[in-house]
Nanobody
Framework: QVQLVESGGGLVQAGGSLRLSCAAS????????MGWFRQAPGKERRFVAL????????YYADSVKGRFTISRDNAKSTLYLQMNRLKPEDTAVYSC????????????????WGQGTPVTVSS
């Protein structure tokens, strides 16, 4: 089992940047496939980005491709999401999630979730 805690959210103007972190504890972080998801007010949770256990493979939602970068530091048991050129439509609660063996965008296939960190982008 792994516990996940996100941080780094906040209020930023459109065009600005934020870096989210997801600190993991418990079972070996480096064995998990990790993902970032977001849920905007009144909407369903959606996939943002994912990274394999070694960090050598990543995948992004079309809406964030070229603006967001997912990365991980297995030595620090931490997942990151660098968000650049933020837009008001990026406003959401961002959550990290861990999967033991699923590399994909299906929310239901992730085993562990953090509580989320809110991001608000003002226009």
């Amino acid at each position: 089992q792994v516990q996940l805690v996100e941080s780094g959210g906040g209020l930023v103007q459109a065009g600005g940047s934020l870096r989210l972190s997801c600190a993991a504890s418990g079972r070996t972080f480096s064995s998990y496939i990790m993902g970032w998801f977001r849920q905007a007010p009144g909407k369903e949770r959606r996939f943002v980005a994912l990274i394999n256990s070694s960090g050598g493979s990543t995948y992004y939602a079309d809406s964030v491709k070229g603006r967001f970068t997912i990365s991980r530091d297995n030595a620090k048991s931490t997942l990151y999401l660098q968000m650049n050129r933020l837009k008001p439509e990026d406003t959401a609660v961002y959550s990290c999630a861990a999967s033991t063996d699923y590399y994909g965008t299906n929310i239901g296939s992730y085993d562990y979730w953090g509580q989320g960190t809110p991001v608000t982008v003002s226009s």
